[in-house]
C-alpha cells in the first residue's frame, strides 16, 4: 500500500493551496481518507476527513476554509485549502483508515507527508 501526498508549497496568507493524496495497493471505497497535520512541537491533529459517499468531517479552525473531497475511480483524495493563515503552517499527511477502526490504530496507512508554509 502507498499513498503520495502532492501539493504543499509555500504561499501568503490569504492563499489558496490544493492537496492531493493518490493511493495504491488497496480497496480504495472501503477506507475513509483523511488529511492530519502536525505543526513543530505540536501533536498531530487530523483536520478533515471524506468517507466513500462523500461525507466530510472537519476541524473546527479549517470548517468554512478547508474542503476535502475525493474520486474514488481514481484512488485520490483532495484537500482545497483556501483563506490560508500562518497557523496553517504544517506538514500534511494523508491517512487511511478501515471503517469502523480509529484514526489512531496502528494498522492504518500513512502518506510521507507534504509541508505547507503560510507566510504572514
Known amino acids: 500500500v502507498q499513498l503520495q501526498a502532492f501539493g504543499g508549497g509555500l504561499v501568503a496568507a490569504g492563499g489558496s493551496l490544493r492537496l492531493s493524496c493518490a493511493a495504491s495497493g488497496l480497496t480504495f471505497p472501503n477506507y475513509a481518507m483523511g488529511w492530519h497535520r502536525q505543526a513543530p512541537g505540536k501533536e498531530r491533529e487530523l483536520v478533515a476527513a471524506v468517507l466513500s459517499g462523500g461525507a466530510t468531517y472537519y476541524v473546527d479552525s479549517v470548517k468554512g476554509r478547508f474542503t476535502g473531497s475525493r474520486d474514488n475511480a481514481k484512488s485520490t483524495v483532495y484537500l482545497q485549502m483556501n483563506s490560508l493563515k500562518p497557523e496553517d503552517t504544517a506538514v500534511y499527511y494523508c491517512?487511511?483508515?478501515?471503517?469502523?477502526?480509529?484514526?489512531?490504530?496502528?494498522?492504518?496507512?500513512w502518506g510521507q507527508g507534504t509541508q505547507v508554509t503560510v507566510s504572514s
Open positions: 491517512a487511511a483508515k478501515r471503517y469502523g477502526g480509529s484514526w489512531s490504530d496502528t494498522d492504518n496507512y
